[in-house]
């Protein structure tokens, strides 16, 4: 576990469309000061200058994304991806503005945002890091889907999921997250959907910059219709781990423990975040110390807040 914060070293700059808005956007990364968290702020004619937290009492919606602010108001939508990146890479502190209120999809996947921040560089600033240790184990249903976090040593993921269709059935993947494991076993893998949904979600004002370019499609005959194929055989449980990655994100502070979900979704992720944060005896708040002899690392707890506090 890394003892310190991190923010960029330089400004760094992406563009491209959103997935469900189809409308063209730009957003700009600047460095941040120690526990500023990760923080967005729309500059475009629509925005007010409001900074959004990048937190879990600041979702809005779950419905085939996830979107932080006010659902009737100023929010930026489909964070996720972005989310995923900058925890994997190790990114505590960031200041993004956007000019249109959905974050680009560029190609559905995280690869595009962790080689802005890799290529713009990570500065080590001198305030400790803390963890959010998850305690005892928590666990939430909804039919057949469920998610549950329980403690371990590390921070690990474990997601199956179960279509019915032959494209893509029953897949699972677990896996201790690092920079390294992310950036080879899940950034790369895509959104996807399926063809049939289309017009139902055309309708309902999404899906509307969707196309072979940034999502995977599924035809009516139950096979991927993209030419190029998958970039993973498994690659629609990859995805589904990126974006439990992405929205556990929003916790205010990295988490020590296992996060294990069956048929999840954004829904179901931030509800279990949810529960695990509002039950106070289920996690503790630690930071990484070293003792002097061996300089050996370890966890302490401590009674300072995460960089941004949990609100209802």
């Known amino acids: 576990m890394l003892e310190y914060q991190t923010t960029l070293k330089a400004r760094c700059s992406l563009s491209g469309i959103g997935v469900h808005s189809g409308k063209p956007v730009s957003i700009h990364f600047s460095p941040a000061e120690p526990d500023t968290g990760i923080v967005f702020q729309r500059i475009d004619d629509a925005g007010t200058g409001r900074v959004i937290r990048a937190l879990a009492s600041e979702v809005c919606q779950t419905d085939l994304c996830t979107a932080l602010g006010d659902a009737r108001g100023e929010f930026v939508a489909t964070v996720e991806h972005l989310m995923a990146a900058l925890l994997a890479v190790g990114i505590d502190n960031v200041a993004i503005e956007i000019d249109g209120g959905e974050v680009p999809v560029l190609d559905g996947s995280a690869i595009g945002f962790i080689d802005a921040f890799e290529q713009a560089g990570i500065a080590t600033l001198p305030v400790k890091r803390r963890y959010i240790r ?38 699972s993947l677990a896996l201790d997250l690092n920079a390294a494991n992310f950036r080879q076993e899940v950034a790369r893998a895509r959104t996807f959907g399926f063809i049939k949904d289309v017009e139902r979600l055309w309708a309902a004002g999404y899906a509307l910059g969707s196309s072979l370019e940034n ?98």
């Open 134 to 171: 998850v305690v005892k184990p928590v666990r939430i249903d909804n039919g057949g889907s469920w998610a549950e976090f329980r403690p371990y040593d590390g921070t690990r993921f474990e997601v199956e999921i179960d279509f019915d269709t032959p494209a893509i059935g029953r897949q």
């Open 215 to 312: 999502s995977v499609v599924i035809g009516e005959d139950h096979k991927v219709i993209n030419m190029e194929g998958l970039r993973y055989p498994d690659e629609f449980v990859r995805h589904k781990m990126l974006d439990a990655v992405g929205d556990l994100a929003l916790a205010g502070a990295r988490f020590i423990g296992c996060f294990r979900s069956y048929r999840g979704g954004h829904r179901l992720n931030a509800a279990a975040l949810r529960h695990l944060l509002t039950d106070r005896s289920a996690y503790e708040i630690v930071e990484t110390t070293r003792r002097e002899q061996g300089r050996r690392a370890e966890m302490v707890a401590v009674s300072a807040p995460v960089y941004a506090p949990w609100t209802l």
